[in-house]
T-cell receptor
Framework: GAVVSQHPSWVICKSGTSVKIECRSL??????MFWYRQFPKQSLMLMAT?????????EQGVEKDKFLINHASLTLSTLTVTSAHPEDSSFYIC???????????????FGPGTRLTVL | LAKTTQPISMDSYEGQEVNITCSHN???????ITWYQQFPSQGPRFIIQ???TKVTNEVASLFIPADRKSSTLSLPRVSLSDTAVYYC?????????????FGKGTTLSVSS
């Protein structure tokens, strides 16, 4: 299957600082990527849709000024958590959909996730 | 997007076959079904995907009845390493700009 990578895999930062998380599609191009957040013992929650060359689309309740998304190329999307606070501590996961020619469907592949801890 | 309903948890023993059923009563004609596996602190991993009838790959089988209002993921001869959360998702075909929405998933616990 397609490979999606994230960097860093974990990060610890002080309250009030900003943290950037990178999401890369390694063997395919993705005009659209998605960012999810997952709290302990909970399911994944969609935060935003990242569109190459245009503004991201945020889900209701997600602050666009706090979670800055940039999709500057077909293989890279970044999520910047600005002025991070302890309540932003979570597991952030990116993904992208890839067309599967064998089944004429598209499949969503996920990155390994980034664990953010804000002190 | 069609809402899915799965059992919250299931228990099994090593070597047994496990069947996890997902209900998606409002599935649309253009929707397909995908199952993912997630281990703690990892991103979801694609298991299998299908539109109708039966699909089989090297790790699982997916059974979809004619009305497509449910689907069953079948894991043959599970091992301890199959302990994970399994998600059933429904998404429209060929809409690369639309994200899949996750439900609560099924936590499978495999014991020796």
């Amino acid at each position: 299957g397609a490979v999606v990578s994230q960097h860093p895999s974990w990060v610890i930062c002080k309250s009030g600082t900003s943290v950037k998380i990178e999401c890369r599609s390694l063997d395919f191009q993705a005009t659209t990527m998605f960012w999810y957040r997952q709290f302990p013992k909970q399911s994944l929650m969609l935060m935003a849709t990242s569109n190459e060359g245009s503004k991201a689309t945020y889900e209701q309740g997600v602050e666009k000024d706090k979670f800055l998304i940039n999709h500057a190329s077909l293989t890279l999307s970044t999520l910047t958590v600005t002025s991070a606070h302890p309540e932003d501590s979570s597991f952030y996961i990116c993904s992208a959909r890839v067309l599967r020619t064998t089944t004429s469907t598209d499949t969503q592949y996920f990155g390994p996730g980034t664990r953010l801890t804000v002190l | 997007l069609a809402k899915t309903t799965q059992p919250i948890s299931m228990d099994s023993y090593e070597g047994q076959e496990v069947n996890i059923t997902c209900s998606h009563n409002n599935i649309a004609t253009n929707d397909y079904i995908t199952w993912y596996q997630q281990f703690p602190s990892q991103g979801p991993r694609f298991i299998i995907q299908g539109y109708k009838t039966k699909v089989t790959n090297e790790v699982a089988s997916l059974f979809i009845p004619a009305d497509r209002k449910s689907s069953t993921l079948s894991l043959p001869r599970v091992s301890l390493s199959d302990t994970a959360v399994y998600y059933c998702l429904v998404g429209a075909l060929n809409q690369a700009g639309t994200a899949l929405i996750f439900g609560k998933g099924t936590t499978l616990s495999v014991s020796s």
